[in-house]
């Protein structure tokens, strides 16, 4: 049975107290200082006792993050004398599965040391951020080298070195703050040696025929992984199997136990928090995404196994800065609806907390957008309650770059002969615009099997423009793809970001971040639709018909 990571706040009884009489000067105490008969406590997740002591997380992070910038420094170990670093900072980050508000971006030149500023041999870089309100989410990638670090949790007044030695692969963090950037690094590393060790699970129509297929195949020497076939009719049987591994005995929390009095509690409390919704979102969001051929078996067994997840207790204040465990929550509630019968979108509007739930139904109906029916009755349900204005802010942002009748910007791309165009050159036909990137697979198929049919239907049809859209950083990468074939067809007009990727405005604007993604403009350069466009090529074809036929 799944032990619970937090002691329920009806367990906090006066005689507790007065058994343990260590405690923080702040009325908050620590797991660690109460014991239980069912549970060893190894998390640092504090519990919150409401008396006249206690000092809430907001407060708390109030006083110790103060409005102030962070500084990065750093050094690395290469062959090339230049590089150009980007540093993105998400402040009030809605999580990696909506991936808003845009980050701000600092463009960072390295240069090449010459004894006073970095050492010969290495590039070396500086730069502050801009003054940080509370807590925010930081990645950090090279040019030459591709991500150093993502998605760290960074404090306003933190001072850090990174050292990178591209030689051996080694990254170190140094000054006043590598304790907070060393555990971020060993708890992603906690990670990966998951992953490196899981099996391979894979679901096939016939395991022997799947294992007889492979038999000439080389055997893998040990330590090396294969796929572990396993019948698409019991797929169910895996994901109970799955609900059943336990989180709690995870190696991250002991990285984070170890950091105990080396690093602030609040510090460890969110990395706690973030590492366990990382944790439980994967088990959630394989039930919401895995065919069911049986609901009632699957929401009967998803019911079941979640009861024995971890309960955590926590001050909903805290979850405004752990995006990844708000992630699980959202996640958890679809989840809860499937197999509950009832409506997700309830469950967000019945949390207590006026705030978080605030942030939450922001975080819903974007994460959700595309698959919404009845769009303009939860937007008008949402705007009804919330009353904070950051996710307000963030959500109307949103709905203004989706909503029907929008004339859209006449932003600027790039065309496959180095010359800029601007949509508004379009106006007079229905746009349809196809956003991918090289290497998509899911792009690839849906040019396969459905652009290729649709562009051809409509090859004679002056009063529709197929457009595609690359968010490739590489121009001549793009161009070898065009010629490939495989992401576009010879009906398509085809556009780049000039290099900005999914930083370009035109990307901001949709709030586009999965790729294929699709947007369908009328002949007067207004949207007719956002989303659910990714769909078979005979109900494309229907939907851009109406558009064509579709009166001012």
Known sequence: MMKKLILNRTTITKELLEKNPSHSSNGIWALSSIKLNTWNPKFLMLIFVFSTLTITVEAQLAESNQ???VLIHGEILTRSPFDTLSLSIYED???KMVKLPNPTILEIHAQGGDG????PGQVAFTTTTQPLKGPAFATLTSKEHGVIFSDFLISPGDTVGVFLDRFKNRLVFTG???????IQKELDDALMEESATLPAYFPVDD????????KDAKTPSYGIRSFVPYAKTDRLDYFINRLENRVDDHHGFDVIAKYQGILDTDFLKLLELNFLGKLLFSKVFSFNVTPKDDREAWSEAYLKHTKEFPEVIFDPKLLMYAPFYSDYLLEKYVADGYASKTRALDEVLAIENEPFRDRMLSKFIIRFYPVISKKDLYLDTAFAVMKDSTSINMLSKFVA?????????DFKLINDKNEEVGLH?????????DFWFTGCQACVLFNQNVMHRVEEHFSDNDNIQFLTVSIDTDYSKWQKSLQSGRYTTSHSYNLYTGGQGKEHPLLKYFSIHGFPSQVLLDKEGKILETSGLNKSADELIKIIEESINQKP
């Open 67 to 69: 409005t102030k910038s």
């Open 93 to 95: 980050f809605l999580g």
């Open 116 to 119: 006073f500023y970095g050492l």
């Open 176 to 182: 006043p703050s590598a304790s907070k950037y060393k």
């Open 207 to 214: 395991v022997s025929q799947f294992l007889e297929s492979g």
């Open 401 to 409: 770059g989706k909503k029907k009748g929008t004339e859209v910007p």
């Open 425 to 433: 050159e379009f106006k007079g036909k229905a746009v349809f615009m």
